[in-house]
């Protein structure tokens, strides 16, 4: 089948895939005037049951999108970051966030249900615009057009594909050759809890708390209803999956002798989730002539630095930018021009993210000493604390470089 040529400036685009990245590309590329097709697997929209959070870098480009009052809206907005120790509570540093962070990078930092933020995407791309239940089993392109085969063997052609298709894209394939999802060492249990089944607690509003080979990450949603936990520990081997269960009691054995109150969190969390944390390879260029990827399928990174959805968030915005005014003929040079404004920064925080982890995770003892006495000496230059340098980046508002 054909993507009929329709309104706007007349150029055709698929869209491969509506995760936050696929439908936030969607809506993008419609506000530059393109017709979009936007093409998924599953055979209806769905989001995990998880928090996220967004810094300001991911709510400047969500406001680029028109989106940031529907999602703002069933938000919290925490007022501080705790960095605290594993064993005892006592706080490492702070990093400020609520308004002042507002002011300084322009939007706010956010935490909200996925599926708030997935269904105030997905709001905004009209259903006819939409194919589901149609996984993308082949993508290719000749000068003039880009193409996608379907697994029923259906042939979409458009002007441009953006290949928005997760961890593991099969656009990357057909790209870039057979580099394979690399799994990080470390896995995360997960879990949302009614924030009333913890409120004796007396927990910080937003912490992180440090121990060896692990940390903890916990913070409210749905405005204060729920708290989003999320467990990270070292395990040989784990799957990549958003409903795997651990087994009964898991998570509390393996955070034994942690600080009470995060122990508690953990028991009364129930039965986690289980969740092998993966990561891509950066790659030194994300597009093919008219066809690109965005979102994970270029920079899957482990999450320590709550970034992964950011960054997609910021290629959709910066890709509307480079497409904007183009036609079908400038679509190769405008992928260009997209992937020059985001891969150094997506391939910088990937890098940072992981060694995040390694900061987070140093044995007891000298090492994590010294990297606590670090920390604190930065956020007493540093307020807004040692993630702050990814939130400038790539502001879509820029005007695009051309
Ligand atoms: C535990 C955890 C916590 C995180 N926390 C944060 C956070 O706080 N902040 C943050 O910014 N990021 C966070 N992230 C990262 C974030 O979740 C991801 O970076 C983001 O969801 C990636 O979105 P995406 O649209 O690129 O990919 P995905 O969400 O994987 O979407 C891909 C879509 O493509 C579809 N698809 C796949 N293959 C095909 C095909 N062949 N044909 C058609 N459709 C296909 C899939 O069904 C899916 O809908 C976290 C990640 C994890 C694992």
Redesign the pocket.
């Known amino acids: 089948m054909r993507v009929r040529r329709g309104g706007g400036r007349g150029m055709r685009a698929i869209v491969?895939?509506?995760?936050?990245?696929?439908l936030a590309a969607a809506v993008s590329l419609r506000r530059a005037g393109c017709e979009v097709t936007l093409?998924?697997?599953?055979p209806r929209f769905t989001e995990a049951g998880?928090?996220?959070?967004?810094?300001p870098n991911?709510t400047r480009a969500l406001r680029r999108l028109g989106l940031l009052d529907a999602v703002a809206a069933r938000a919290d907005r925490p007022s501080h970051l705790s960095f605290r120790t594993w064993s005892d509570g006592a706080e490492i540093c702070r990093a400020t966030l609520g308004r002042a962070a507002e002011e300084a990078f322009g939007a706010p930092y956010l935490q909200v249900h996925r599926a708030d933020l997935h269904r105030a995407l997905a709001a905004a791309v009209p259903s006819r615009s939409v194919r589901l239940d149609?996984?993308?089993?082949r993508v290719g392109q000749d000068d003039e057009h880009a193409h996608v085969t379907t697994a029923s063997g259906e042939r979409l052609d458009a002007d441009l594909v953006v290949a928005?298709?997760?961890?593991?894209?099969?656009a990357r394939r057909w790209l870039f050759g057979a580099d394979e999802a690399v799994y990080s060492g470390t896995a995360?249990y997960?879990a949302l809890l009614p924030a009333a089944a913890v409120a004796d607690l007396d927990l910080p509003e937003y912490a992180l708390w440090l121990g060896p080979g692990r940390h903890v990450v916990h913070y409210r949603v749905r405005r204060g209803e729920l708290l989003n936990v999320?467990a990270v520990f070292r395990a040989e081997a784990a799957r990549e999956s958003w409903t795997d269960r651990a087994e009964p009691g898991e998570q509390v054995r393996e955070f034994d002798g942690w600080d009470p109150r995060v122990l508690r969190v953990l028991e009364r969390a129930g039965r986690m989730l289980r969740?092998g944390?993966h990561t891509r390879a950066p790659l030194a260029r994300w597009n093919s002539g008219r066809v690109t990827l965005?979102?994970?399928?270029a920079h899957?990174?482990v999450?320590f630095q709550?970034?992964?959805?950011?960054?997609?968030l910021l290629d959709a915005a910066v890709l509307g930018d480079a497409l904007a005014g183009a036609t079908a003929a400038d679509v190769p040079a405008a992928l260009d021009r997209y992937v020059r404004r985001r891969l150094a920064t997506a391939t910088s925080v990937q890098a940072g993210s992981a060694r995040a982890g390694e900061d987070y995770h140093l044995p007891d003892g000298p090492e994590a000493r010294a990297r606590d006495a670090r920390m604190a000496a930065h956020a007493a230059e540093n307020e807004f604390g040692p993630h702050a340098v990814a939130w400038a980046a790539d502001a879509p508002e820029e005007p695009p470089v051309r």
């Open positions: 491969v895939g509506a995760g936050i990245g696929g093409v998924e697997r599953a998880a928090g996220i959070q967004l810094a991911a149609s996984a993308v089993v928005a298709d997760g961890l593991r894209s099969t995360a997960r999320v969740h944390l965005l979102g994970d399928s899957a990174m999450p709550a970034q992964g959805a950011a960054q997609a």
